[in-house]
Every structure is written in C-alpha cells, then in structure tokens.
C-alpha cells in the first residue's frame, strides 16, 4: 500500500470510529442479506461482543498498517480458527463486500475512489493471509 492509502486508511477509520457499533450493526446487516449462509456461522454468537470484536480487529489493522508483518502470524491463525467454524473462501468476499458497503455508508462524501480503493487493498491483503492459512 501507498504512503497516501495508509493516511487515508487511517484518517477514514478515525471518522467511523464515532460510530462504530451503528457501522458494525450495518455491517452485520448488510452482510446477512448479501450471503445468507453466513447468518448460521454466528448462531451461538453474542453479536453484540462479536460487533465489538469487529471494530477491535479492524483498528488493529489500520493501527498495524505500517507493520502487517507483524500481523501476519496473527491473522493467520485467525484464518485457520475461521475455517473451522465453517467459514468458506467465498464468504471473505461476501465479508469484503458488505464491509466496503458499510464504509461508503459511514463515510458518506469522505468515501471517494481513493478511500474505496485504499480499503479495498487492505482488506485484500488481510483476507489473503487468512484464506491461505485457512488452507493449509
């Protein structure tokens, strides 16, 4: 990632932060009616301590985003736990893709092409490590 992707990742997750439990609610939302399939993976789940978690993990990446290779062990050990609670490749982009939606929700007018194309290199980079920890 660019210097300039960093910044922006940094300063657009500063602006969601305010709202994060809304943005996670969204999340959540948008991401059970896009891949129903994945409603079942959290049916014994808390998900108000799983929103919570949520908005943990991802300040820690945009925290991390100077040193993920520092991150990389732990999230690929999250890939592997994620495996075995059923969660298939194909729902990282489900996940993908109702997190970019519930960011151009957020973020409104500071959701530019640039912002878009920031986040999306990151999460690019961090479903990568998990889906290929997850199988192995």
């Known amino acids: 990632m660019s210097p300039q992707e960093k910044a922006l990742l940094i300063e657009t997750w500063q602006k969601v ?35 919570q978690k949520l908005v943990q993990a ?29 969660v298939s490749k194909a729902h990282y982009d489900s996940v993908g893709e109702a997190l970019l939606w519930t960011l151009e929700q957020g973020l409104g007018s500071a959701w530019t092409s640039q912002a878009r194309a920031a986040w999306t290199s990151a999460y690019d980079m961090l479903a990568d490590i998990m889906r290929g920890a997850a199988s192995t």
């Open 58 to 86: 991802l300040t820690v990446v945009v925290q991390s985003i100077d040193h993920m290779e520092k991150l990389a062990s732990t999230l690929a050990d999250l890939g592997r736990r994620h495996a075995q609670y059923g």
């Open 17 to 51: 932060l305010p709202m994060a439990d809304a943005a996670a609610r969204l999340f959540y939302d948008r991401l059970f009616e896009i891949d129903p399939t994945t409603r079942s993976l959290f049916q014994t789940t808390d998900l108000k301590d799983q929103r």
